[in-house]
């Protein structure tokens, strides 16, 4: 076969070929000897089988193909149910309130999530059956979608998440409300305002910011002497009651500043200007200042601020890498924690989960973390915020222990994103169709019970897999590598599992902490005001 | 579908999708994209589980309704990506059916894993080398090329020979067995 031009021709055609990196012209050249031998057909169909076998091989677990298997035909299944009687289902069961005296209210955020499944639907409401009323008998225009310490005046509260026309006056934290025409609108305590309805409403006092999408252009804050309104954009509007001044500061897109009762256009302002109104006068200002209006993100970061704290405190506490450090050391937070220092290997400081918050980005081989956990562990929890980049192998680890023997434990996700986690002494691994999906920050939970034998993990809070094992297993997890894992064995394969992404936050719990539990750690650190990933309908 | 033939269908996923995959990769489709047609191919068959009769080869009926699939892949025009070529498929898919009674295809999975695992380990140490590069680790010719520096044309040819091997090697090995 050696020397034989035409051999070696029609190999370098199969070759590139079967690396699907070969020319039209190369594949046309392969075709025409394919069509005049069955046998060279047979034997590239054979090839390529082969190609897919050891692709298969290296993957390993086949797991997670039947599991998409099953969630495509769930997700089929799904489909052929009502989806808005689904969602309505969902939704807190309107309470009967007696007599007009209200107390202040805290909104707990379970109540939040309800109303943000129910803000996610609504284009689909709206084409559906009549929105509810609220309790004051008033329709719905508004739902609370976000929140952090957010209490309500007395006499201007809304109906748990429901906003109906009327007074609100938030007296404490931080809110946002999404109106039926898609307008968000951040609220930034002490605020008063009146709704009016799905397009219009007045701020007496205090200062919001509105992101306004397509669907909202039109949307209308009035302010005394003035009104804002909007071209589909984000802005900014405080008023001072007692000084009778209000401003306009634009972030994006064009607000058109108009006289409360006629449509003359008194100003229109574009994306970094700002503008106030002064007893009826319209002046131009400095630039637009966004730092001075809440975020969704802005509420979200005080949320994770405050379960920081409290986390700090928790006796059950291994270690709690709260990642705002800067060196080449991760700092445990935890108060009760034991001595247990991350080493950084290589990985570079980046940014979190918010502006200013800190995370490690784990990009080329041997970017890692090296965390001694002492002692022997008849249950541990793990927590962390991740945001895979990709993934580049079959498995790739987050945290691993640095071999695989008794007492071992290995946190890692398959190419898929779906859960591939497992102890050494585990059986029965299932994991569910719950992926991490690449691009967004997710929170990931393994939660190991030694004593009842039992690990579950979870993806978002929802269940990503499970795994049985001996009940009284007892775990010595040793050095761990956070981001990266080799093989230390001479077995073929020998496997290089990198992490390939940030992870902000990393915390060790020695017990085994209930989903319920896990549910509060996504939602009080989601960098993210609506928790889309987690409570998706 | 009613409870009983979801579970009957979900173990018959999990029994055939190691062999429909090699099957789908067979016909031409791109590495990438095998799963999403082999998925599919599952999907398309819960739907018309009614159509099948339980004492026939599920396997094989399986494997005509990927082989259909495939076929139809060249017919759109948005996704002919996941063909390696769409007249490559063609002929690949005319020759398939008699591809699809060599051992290797219809080998169990563990006699088919052990198969190739033995086989690996009579590479030469240069050969495991070149193939825990290209699926263990996942990079492509040209990037193993470069690692090496040698020329990237040199490494698929060594791919190619080191997959004849393998392949001679298996189906030895499974007519054995």
Known sequence: MKGDPHHSELDHHLARFLEGDAEPVELEALAAEVANSPDLAHNLAALLALDQWLRDYAIGSDDSFAAGVAGRLNEIHESDRDFVSGVEQRLPKPQKKPGAIRTPRFLPWTLAAAAMIFALAWPIWRQGPKPGTTNHGTPVVALLVNAFDAEFAEAGSPDAVSFGPGYYHLTKGAAQVRFQNGADVILESPVEFHIEDALHMTLV????????????????????????????????????????????????????????????????????????????????????????????????????????????????????????????????????????????????????????????????????????????????????????????????????????????????????????????????????????????????????????????????????????????????????????????????????????????????????????????????????????????? | MEQSDHQWFMVQVKREQQRLRAWVRSLGVRADWVDDLAQDTFVVAAGKLGEFDRSKDFGAWLRGIARHLVINERRKESRRTRLLSEQMTAMLAEHAEDSAASPAITADDNERREALRHCLDQLSEDGRQLIQERYFEDLSATVIAQRSRRNSNEIRQALLRMRRNLLQCMQHQLREA
């Open chain 1, 205 to 537: 006092s205090g200062s919001v910011r509105a992101l306004v999408p397509p669907t909202a252009t039109g949307f209308t804050v009035q302010v005394p002497d003035a009104r804002f309104e909007d071209l589909g954009t984000e802005f900014g509007a405080s008023v001072d009651a007692a000084a009778q001044r209000s401003e306009l500061h634009v972030f994006e897109g064009l607000v058109e500043v108009k006289p409360p009762d006629n449509d003359e256009l008194l100003a229109s302002v574009t994306y970094g200007k700002a503008v106030a109104v002064d007893r009826g006068v319209v002046s131009a200002i400095p630039t637009a200042d966004p730092e001075r209006f809440a975020t969704s993100s802005s509420i979200a970061l005080r949320r994770w601020e405050a379960q920081r704290a409290s986390l700090c405190r928790d006796p059950n506490l291994v270690f709690y890498f709260a990642f705002e450090d800067d060196g080449n050391q991760l700092e445990n937070s935890a108060t009760f924690g034991s001595d247990v220092p991350g080493n950084i290997h290589r990985a570079r400081w980046v940014t979190g989960r918010w502006p200013g918050k800190r995370a490690l980005q784990f990009e080329n081989p041997g970017d890692s973390v090296l965390i001694d956990i002492p002692g022997n562990h008849a249950a541990f929890t793990l927590s962390s915020w991740i945001k895979v980049d990709r993934y580049d192998h079959s498995l790739n680890a987050l945290l691993n222990s640095a071999d695989w023997s008794p007492g071992r434990h290995h946190w890692q996700f398959n190419r898929l994103g779906l859960t591939a986690s497992g102890s050494f002494e585990g059986r029965d691994r299932t994991p569910t169709s719950i992926r991490v999906v690449p691009g967004q920050w997710t929170h990931v939970a393994a939660v190991v019970d030694g004593v009842q034998g039992k690990a579950t993990y979870y993806t978002n809070g929802e269940l990503a897999m499970t795994e049985t094992m001996p009940p009284g297993t007892v775990f010595r997890l040793g050095t761990m590598h956070l981001g990266t894992w080799t093989s230390p064995n001479k077995d073929w394969p020998p496997a290089v599992r990198d992490f390939r992404g940030r992870v902000d936050e990393l915390a060790m719990w020695r017990r085994a902490l209930t989903q319920t539990e896990i549910q509060t750690l996504v939602r009080e650190g989601s960098p993210l005001g609506l928790l889309q990933g987690a409570i998706a309908p």
